[in-house]
């Protein structure tokens, strides 16, 4: 399953996002909001999105977006089972999926433009993890810190 969301600062590019989705016959689940809030705040709609993908752990994705996708990014980091990688290219998308296994993809809607933001999305979501020895490791000691 594949979830979008954000706060003010990326409705907009959410929204136009979720149009390439639906006319690509991807299905996307929008987390909202619905509607430009100005004063929203962007920890509720990563604990929506953290929540959703708790779910399904193993095959959920999820793509969020504020101004500068650093608050955004940590507090999605803050969720067990979430690996979000704040990106703004596609090089770099690329290797957090290869590298990290990243499910959440964090966006700086200030930063990018539509056309990277789509370039950035189709290469995090077409990279699958390498699952090469030391990344697996490097993830279980990440998991380890938590318990």
């Known amino acids: 399953m594949l979830y979008?969301?954000?706060?003010?600062?990326?409705?907009?590019?959410?929204?136009?996002?979720?149009n390439l989705f639906k006319k690509a016959g991807v299905k996307i689940t929008d987390l909202g909001p619905s509607e430009f809030l100005e004063d929203d705040d962007y920890p509720k709609?990563?604990?929506?999105?953290?929540?959703?993908?708790s779910q399904n752990t193993e095959y959920s994705r999820g793509i969020i977006l504020c101004r500068n996708g650093v608050g955004v990014s940590m507090a999605m980091n803050r969720f067990e089972h979430i690996r979000c990688a704040l990106s703004w290219s596609p090089k770099h998308a690329k290797s957090s999926r290869k590298d990290d296994n990243t499910n959440v993809l964090a966006l700086p809607a200030d930063y990018v433009s539509y056309s990277e933001a789509k370039n950035i999305i189709g290469a995090w979501l077409n990279t699958s993890f390498s699952k090469q020895e030391r990344h697996v490791r490097r993830l279980s000691e990440l998991e380890d810190i938590l318990k």
Do not use: N, Q, W
Not at 4 to 18: A, M, P, Q, R, V
Not at 45 to 53: G, I, S
């Open 45 to 53: 709609y990563a604990k929506k999105l953290a929540e959703k993908m």
């Open 4 to 18: 979008i969301t954000s706060d003010h600062g990326g409705y907009e590019l959410k929204t136009k996002l979720i």
